[in-house]
């Protein structure tokens, strides 16, 4: 058996218990890699107990978004209570190291869970178009891809209008085992339950046998037959009427349904993705939506983060909307200004409110140079009094509000915000170190003496 590849750190243990757990973990087939290619992937922290120093790594890992597994090398190394501090802080999971030594064993196999899932995340994602690379929004890849996996549940996804729910979805049929199972899989089957007739309803679910009504003039397929060996995709499955709750019901559950007009049981495997943008616990409470369908349905529940709790992702998603609006042309850029203007601006609508956006922007467009002010439509264009946004704002509150009640003190909060700047800052320039150095407002001698001394010390 191939070995498992991860990077191991140390806190607070003596050199004789690293030894023992090198060895330990040599035995079971791990092989780490240095520190410094943490960003790779996964890795281990072990602890002889929770400390400051031990909760601010955990942070910077959650900033290089790979998983880290927390292993206390004693039962006494964490108290009850500490495993949740230590997830908050960024862990991916914990464990305590058992008498047997068998945690070695336990620790390769979450590792290569989580690599697979890395796998299947990278190339579903991409399949898929999920376009993001902030903390949550991979995260959120990360746990949907492992429900897809791992599991046969229902999944349910609830969130804002345009948060790219039927991505998701995608995504989710992608990942899905059946995908693997069988050759033929079908192609992920959506129904919007918001524009079915409801006089058509049981023929768009069910199928109808040649006759059943008027104009049946042959027999067809309905929704559940088309999705079987796949997925099936009910989006604003909060605008179902009761009537039609039920008929589901019976087919989530039983897996079985007849035509309509038909006397004959169909069998059906799919996985089922449901989606809204209401509150169905709320609908549920006015007696709008059935609570065991709620149950049936809400197998595994995500939240999609809207837009403006992902403006690190904002720019990497309108350089894909851009150049998906003008195919066969070189990648444009876009000019301070409107990257400014990108970040800053509201967007109700989320994802596909930037996408509609970008496609005017890149249809007023001329010339083979960046996109400026003057390619934002003038009704898109923001009041004089509209940027600079004042800065900091709430969101900066919100954050640090977030870190003090996590127990993160000053010195960590301080540097933390300097190590997302320099992140930020090197991303937004592909690197350049000039140029980053020059939108912080320092040298890059000096921005160089900072970047060495973090990975010294790291």
Same mark, same amino acid.
């Given at each position: 058996?191939?070995?498992?590849?991860?990077?191991?750190?140390?806190?607070?243990?003596?050199?004789?218990?690293?030894?023992?757990?090198?060895?330990?973990?040599?035995?079971?087939?791990?092989?780490? !890699?240095?520190?410094?290619?943490?960003?790779?992937?996964?890795?281990?922290?072990?602890?002889?107990?929770?400390?400051?120093?031990?909760?601010? $790594?955990?942070?910077?890992?959650?900033?290089?978004?790979?998983? !880290?597994?927390?292993?206390?090398?004693?039962?006494?190394?964490?108290?009850?209570?500490?495993?949740?501090?230590?997830?908050?802080?960024?862990?991916?999971?914990?464990?305590?190291?058992?008498?047997?030594?068998?945690?070695?064993?336990?620790?390769?196999?979450?590792?290569?869970?989580?690599?697979?899932?890395?796998?299947?995340?990278?190339?579903?994602?991409?399949?898929?178009?999920?376009?993001?690379?902030?903390?949550?929004?991979?995260?959120?890849?990360?746990?949907?891809?492992?429900?897809?996996?791992?599991?046969?549940?229902?999944?349910?996804?609830?969130?804002?209008?345009?948060?790219?729910?039927?991505?998701?979805?995608?995504?989710?049929?992608?990942?899905?085992?059946?995908?693997?199972?069988?050759?033929?899989?079908?192609?992920?089957?959506?129904?919007?339950?918001?524009?079915?007739?409801?006089?058509?309803?049981?023929?768009?679910?069910?199928?109808?046998?040649?006759?059943?009504?008027?104009?049946?003039?042959?027999?067809?397929?309905?929704?559940?037959?088309?999705?079987?060996?796949?997925?099936?995709?009910?989006?604003? !499955?909060?605008?179902?009427?009761?009537? $039609?709750?039920?008929?589901?019901?019976? !087919?989530?559950?039983?897996?079985?349904?007849?035509?309509?007009?038909?006397?004959?049981?169909?069998?059906?495997?799919?996985?089922?993705?449901?989606?809204?943008?209401?509150?169905?616990?709320?609908?549920?409470?006015?007696?709008?939506?059935?609570?065991?369908?709620?149950?049936?349905?809400?197998?595994?529940?995500?939240?999609?983060?809207?837009?403006?709790?992902?403006?690190?992702?904002?720019?990497?998603?309108?350089?894909?909307?851009?150049?998906?609006?003008?195919?066969?042309?070189?990648?444009?850029?876009?000019?301070?200004?409107?990257?400014?203007?990108?970040?800053?601006?509201?967007?109700?609508?989320?994802?596909?409110?930037?996408?509609?956006?970008?496609?005017?922007?890149?249809?007023?467009?001329?010339?083979?140079?960046?996109?400026?002010?003057?390619?934002?439509?003038?009704?898109?264009?923001?009041?004089?009094?509209?940027?600079?946004?004042?800065?900091?704002?709430?969101?900066?509150?919100?954050?640090?509000?977030?870190?003090?009640?996590?127990?993160?003190?000053?010195?960590?909060?301080?540097?933390?915000?300097?190590?997302?700047?320099?992140?930020?800052? $090197?991303?937004?320039?592909?690197?350049?170190?000039?140029?980053?150095?020059?939108?912080?407002?320092?040298?890059?001698?000096?921005?160089?003496?900072?970047?060495?001394?973090?990975?010294?010390?790291?």
């Amino acid at each position: 058996m191939a070995a498992t590849r991860a990077w191991l750190r140390f806190c607070g243990l003596d050199e004789s218990a690293a030894a023992r757990i090198r060895t330990a973990f040599a035995e079971a087939g791990l092989d780490f !890699v240095a520190i410094d290619q943490r960003a790779e992937r996964s890795g281990v922290v072990c602890f002889a107990c929770v400390t400051d120093e031990l909760l601010a $790594l955990l942070n910077d890992v959650r900033r290089s978004r790979v998983a !880290v597994l927390a292993v206390a090398t004693s039962p006494g190394a964490m108290k009850p209570g500490e495993a949740w501090r230590l997830l908050n802080a960024g862990a991916a999971d914990t464990l305590v190291w058992p008498s047997d030594g068998s945690a070695a064993d336990q620790v390769r196999a979450r590792l290569d869970r989580w690599a697979i899932i890395d796998e299947l995340a990278i190339d579903a994602a991409r399949k898929a178009s999920c376009i993001g690379a902030g903390t949550a929004w991979i995260d959120l890849i990360r746990r949907v891809v492992e429900a897809a996996r791992f599991a046969d549940a229902p999944v349910l996804l609830i969130g804002e209008s345009g948060t790219g729910k039927e991505l998701l979805a995608r995504l989710i049929h992608l990942a899905d085992a059946r995908a693997d199972r069988r050759s033929n899989s079908p192609d992920l089957v959506t129904v919007d339950c918001s524009t079915i007739v409801p006089e058509l309803s049981g023929s768009e679910f069910f199928g109808h046998e040649k006759g059943a009504f008027t104009g049946a003039i042959a027999t067809r397929d309905g929704a559940f037959a088309a999705a079987d060996g796949g997925t099936l995709f009910l989006d604003e !499955v909060g605008e179902l009427s009761l009537g $039609l709750q039920v008929q589901l019901l019976r !087919v989530v559950q039983e897996k079985t349904y007849k035509r309509v007009g038909g006397n004959i049981w169909q069998s059906t495997d799919f996985r089922l993705v449901s989606a809204t943008n209401r509150d169905l616990a709320e609908l549920v409470t006015r007696g709008q939506f059935r609570l065991d369908l709620y149950h049936r349905l809400a197998g595994w529940v995500f939240r999609l983060p809207s837009l403006r709790e992902r403006r690190e992702d904002i720019l990497p998603l309108a350089a894909h909307f851009l150049k998906a609006s003008l195919p066969g042309k070189d990648p444009l850029d876009f000019d301070e200004a409107v990257r400014t203007y990108l970040v800053n601006r509201e967007y109700p609508g989320n994802i596909r409110e930037l996408r509609q956006l970008i496609n005017r922007v890149a249809h007023r467009h001329v010339g083979p140079g960046p996109i400026t002010a003057g390619d934002i439509p003038p009704e898109d264009r923001p009041c004089d009094d509209g940027l600079p946004q004042p800065w900091p704002d709430e969101r900066l509150d919100q954050v640090i509000e977030d870190a003090i009640s996590r127990g993160v003190g000053l010195k960590e909060i301080s540097n933390a915000t300097a190590e997302a700047a320099i992140r930020l800052a $090197l991303k937004s320039e592909d690197g350049n170190l000039q140029r980053a150095a020059r939108r912080l407002g320092v040298t890059d001698r000096a921005l160089q003496m900072r970047r060495a001394s973090k990975r010294t010390a790291s």
